[in-house]
Each structure stands twice: as C-alpha cells, then as structure tokens.
C-alpha cells in the first residue's frame, strides 16, 4: 500500500513537469526568448567585467599557457556584426542538422516503403515480449560506436516496435533514448568519443607528469560495468515506472504506416540482396591497404578516418539500397518518381524540425561567443579546486559540476577541454590516477542528454513522439525521462564509488590511484 501511494505520488510529481513544460511556448519561441536572454546577460556580464584565466596545453610541448577569456557582448560591435554575418554559417555547421537530413533520406525512405514494417514484424516473432526494453537499451547504449546514428536509426525504431507488438510506443522510444543518449559515454567497445577524451586526457596529465600515457582501454572495464548498469536501471525504470504511466496507448493517435504487406517475402528477398551488394562494396573500399576509407597516413580503419567520418553516409546507404530493392521486390517502385516522392514527403515532414534547428543553431553560436559557459565553468572549477577537498570529496564535486554544466554545454569534448586542466593535475598531486578523473566523467556527461531541451537531437525526439502522441512537447520528453535522469545517476554515483574504495580496476593496468 505504501509503495503504491509513493508510486502515485510520483505520477503526480511527473504529471506537474509534463503540464508545465507543455505550457511553455512552442520551443522555437523558447529559443527566441533565450537569445533574447543570451543577448541580454552578454551585455551585463561585460559591462562587470567578467572573466576567468583559462589554461589550455600546447599539444606539441605539453606546456600550460594561460589567457583570459571575458564574456563579450553581443551587443558591441563584433556581437552585432556576429549576429547578422554569421546566420547562414551556424546553420551550415549546426551537424545535428546534416547528419538529420542525410540519414533520414535511407531511414525515412526505409519506412514509407514498407522496409521497417517489414522487419519489425519478423523481429517481434523471434524476439521474446519482456526482453524488448533490455534490448533497445543494449543496442542504444552500442550505437555510440556508430556516433549519433542511434538517435536517427534506433529511437524511431524502438517506438515502432512497441507499437507493434501491442504496448504503449512512447515506452519503446523512451527505452531507446535512454540507451542512446544517457548511456552515450560508455560501451563494452571502443567508441570515437574514447579517442577524443584520451586524447585530450593526456594532455593535461603530461602537465605534471610528461612520461605519463593513458591507454585506450584505460576505462573498458569500467566502461563495460557501466554499460550493465544502464541496461538494468533503465530496463526496470522502463518497465516498472515508465510503461505503467503512460496506460494504454489510443491506436487512433498515431500519424504513419506500419502495416506489413501481405506477401513481402520477394521485397524481403530483394532487400538482403541490396544489403548484401552494400555490406560488400564498403567492405571492398574498407578493408583493404591503402583502401579509400583507411588513413591516408596510419592506414587504420578506427579512430579519425575517413571510414569513421563516412558512417552516416553507410548508414544513409544501408537503408537506402535494400529500401528501393524491397520496393521493386514488392511492385512498390515502377518508375524513378516512387523512389523520390517518398523522399521528399519525409523531408516536407521534418520541415518543422528543420525550422527549429535554425534557431537552436543561431541559439548556440550566440552562446558560444559570448563565452559565458566557459567563464561559469572555469570559475566553478576554481571555486572547487579552492576548497581543498581529499580525493572521492573533490572527484565527486567533479561529476555534480558537469552534471550542472550538462544543462548549458551538452557537447562531450568541449566540457572535458576546459576542466581536465584544472582537475587532472590538481587530483594527480593528490595521488589520484587520470583514468579516474576520465571515469568520473563518463558518469556525469551522458545522464543529463535525455532531460535537456538544448541537446542537439531533443527536437528530433519531440518529432519522432508527436507521430504516436500528437499533443507532446519538450514537458512530455522531460516528465518521461527525469526519471531515467534520476536513478540513473544515483546508481552510476554509487558504482562510481565502489571503484573507487575498492580500488577496482578500471581498465588493464588502470586503477584509481597512481
């Protein structure tokens, strides 16, 4: 009895966010008030005279030059001149706007073809009911191999397949977004963002210790832990908190196409020829010395290569191909316009999403150029680092300042770029190893993605939602991810610190202390 009144109180709780964030303006007015506020501070904050010394680290000499970086106003000259000359080009350099529009081309094209029916009715007879939301989790928490196509592919793909099989597809897309977005920063492999973090990492620890190195695999154990927790923390938040709120799901509601045809084993047949003639063309590009996708100089396939920078494209390919070759298969396709039609419906389709992202982009350039998050983050660091806290205190001040600064800088690398110089070699005089700062990290980037209207892709979801559930808005996406937000940190602080006092090893030959 007890637990079920905390339960109802919780619905209450989420119900009070989904009715306020539903109440606010359309996000696009949102965004025009928050430059508007941007615009605004910029001037104060300059007119005060606030700045921070920022340490940055010579790549080639490992040494620490410092600069001070003051908020400029974007209402002086440069601001204004900003503002005006630069509308196109943070549009053009927005990527959650070009990795959209290509990928959607294959997967849009892919569903209003019949493909992704197709494939969801075979997956759901193979695949047992209950393990559905471990498994979109898992395969969330994997795409960050495959950068941010997991936001593209897999979130509109878990809504689908609950609907499918009769449950409530809100639930499908809120697992799926769970794993892709709060599991981001960590994998049972390797992913890009590691590169990028060690990288970087190592950097700031050669200030202190020029013949130190972290390893790649320096966090893979931790990583791999990491990766458990989130499939079974989301999984039970999915399926007992969730899946229960939202009810039963009204049919009626939803906007698309997923029947199946009634004989799609020739369009079926027809499409593995398609992936198939893909698969082994990337390969024949990939895979050999010296092939197109390999670097030019290290000749490796993994890492910064062009075969990294081509995944959405392959991507675009994968769905593309197999897509057209199930049209023909099943009578779909007669002449070019059935291929294009599609194409441009799903374009004309995202044009409110499109629409949004240029004032997001604009949104973002803004705040970038004032400096202002990078000013707040240093001088937040500062204050820490003045606290003369012992080891756990000051790495669990740490993972609470990047959770915070998540909300306002939700790109992985720049965060880590401003920070590791100041914690990094603070923590290593304290006897702690870099790879626990690096954990630490891990645990504080990716939990709040799924709660913040300013991440890249949040737009994106609000779209994907509104096709089963026509009346969502950023409070429908809040209220029905805090929870995932919540316990998810929680658990992840916790495991966090079981390393920690254990000494557990967080990747070979990488433990906590030094």
Not at 150 to 167: D, N, S
Request: proline fraction near 5%; charge should be negative.
């Amino acid at each position: 009895m007890q637990e079920e009144h905390k339960v109802k109180r919780m619905d209450r709780l989420l119900d009070t966010v989904e009715r306020f964030g539903n109440k606010v303006p359309h996000p696009a007015i949102i965004f025009l008030i928050l430059i508007a506020g941007v615009i605004g501070l910029s001037a104060v904050f300059q007119l005060t005279g606030a700045s921070a010394v920022l340490e940055s680290i010579v790549p080639d000499t490992h040494q620490v030059t410092e600069s001070v970086v003051a908020v400029e106003s974007l209402l002086g000259v440069d601001g204004i001149r900003f503002m005006l000359t630069s509308v196109v080009q943070n549009l053009m350099s927005f990527q959650a706007l070009g990795v959209t529009l290509v990928a959607m081309i294959g997967v849009g094209f892919a569903e209003e073809i019949g493909l992704i029916a197709s494939l969801i009715h075979k997956l759901v007879k193979v695949v047992p009911n209950r393990l559905l939301t471990a498994i979109l989790v898992f395969l969330g928490v994997l795409s960050s191999i495959a950068s941010d196509a997991g936001y593209l592919v897999l979130i509109p793909l878990g809504a689908a397949v609950f609907y499918k099989v009769g449950r409530h597809p809100i639930a499908g897309l809120s697992a799926a977004f769970a794993g892709v977005a709060a599991g981001f920063g960590v994998n049972i492999l390797i992913t890009p963002i590691d590169g990028m973090l060690t990288e970087i990492a190592n950097d700031a620890v050669q200030i202190v210790d020029p013949t130190y190195h972290i390893d790649l695999m320096a966090n893979i154990y931790f990583s791999i832990a990491s990766t458990m927790l989130v499939v079974l923390v989301c999984t039970l938040i999915n399926e007992k908190l969730i899946e229960p709120r939202l009810g039963t799901y009204d049919r009626s509601q939803f906007d698309g196409n997923l029947e199946e045809q009634p004989d799609d084993r020739r369009g079926l047949r027809f499409a593995f020829y398609g992936f198939t003639a893909v698969v082994v063309l990337i390969m024949a590009i990939t895979l050999p010395s010296g092939a197109p996708l390999r670097h030019a100089e290290t000749n490796q396939i993994i890492g910064s290569t062009p075969f990294m920078d081509s995944l959405i494209a392959i991507i675009m390919l994968l769905f593309l191909i197999p897509s057209i070759c199930y049209g023909l298969g099943v009578g779909k396709i007669k002449s070019s316009l059935d291929v294009v039609n599609p194409i441009v419906k799903v374009f004309s389709n995202l044009s409110g999403m499109i629409f949004l992202l240029l004032i997001i982009a604009q949104f973002i350039a803004y705040f970038n150029f004032t400096n202002m998050g990078t000013v707040l983050a240093i001088n937040a660091a500062s204050v820490i680092e003045s606290m003369q806290l012992g080891g756990l205190p000051l790495l669990l001040s740490f993972i609470f300042l990047i959770l915070l600064l998540d909300f306002i800088l939700v790109g992985a690398v720049p965060k880590f770029a401003i920070l590791t110089p100041i914690f990094i070699p603070l923590l290593y005089q304290l006897g702690v190893a870099p790879e626990a700062v690096l954990a630490a990290y891990r645990v504080a980037d990716s939990p709040v993605n799924i709660i913040t209207p300013l991440m890249p892709y949040f737009a994106l979801i609000v779209t994907f939602a509104a096709r089963y559930q026509k009346k969502t808005g950023v409070g429908t996406i809040v209220a029905l991810m805090l929870p995932h937000t919540i316990v998810l940190t929680i658990a992840w602080i916790i495991l966090f610190i079981i390393f920690y006092l254990f000494n557990i090893p967080l990747g070979h030959g990488a433990g906590m202390y030094l």
